[in-house]
Nanobody, 139 residues
Framework: QVRLVESGGGSVEAGGSLRLSCAAS????????MGWFRQARGTEREPVAI???????????SYADSVKGRFTISQDNANGSVYLQMNSLKPDDTAMYYC?????????????????????????????WGQGTQVTVSS
């Protein structure tokens, strides 16, 4: 059973920073796909940052255009946690942020290109979700 627990959300002023954490359990595979999605009120959930990890600790991150250069996704290979460092936050970043893990026989096929699809994203893998953590950015 995959379990994801997010933490680190909160309220900040524009230009501030937050770091989200996702503690993962029950998700074991030689190649993994984990990431962060967000859903603002009245909108569809969309991918923000995806991290595909392979053998020997190699990782391939990807980001939505709206957060490139401001957000950084990373992982702790020792415990499987995933993080999202968010800098230069804007009011448009206000949303519920969800940690996600994609289970698939081919994570490259299931996860590559997700961040470029916006709210129309689709994956052939099975997506597990955390409960979400709220991020509010005031102007």
């Amino acid at each position: 059973q995959v379990r994801l627990v997010e933490s680190g959300g909160g309220s900040v002023e524009a230009g501030g920073s937050l770091r989200l954490s996702c503690a993962a359990s029950g998700y074991s595979a030689s190649h993994k796909c984990m990431g962060w999605f967000r859903q603002a009120r009245g909108t569809e959930r969309e991918p923000v940052a995806i991290l595909i990890s392979g053998l020997a600790g190699s990782t391939t991150p990807s980001y939505a255009d709206s957060v490139k250069g401001r957000f950084t996704i990373s992982q702790d290979n020792a415990n499987g946690s995933v993080y999202l460092q968010m800098n230069s936050l804007k009011p448009d970043d206000t949303a519920m942020y969800y940690c996600a893990a994609v289970a698939s026989r081919d994570v490259w096929s299931s996860c590559s290109g997700l961040t470029s699809q916006g709210s129309a994203w689709r994956t052939s893998g099975r997506v597990y979700w955390g409960q979400g953590t709220q991020v509010t950015v005031s102007s």
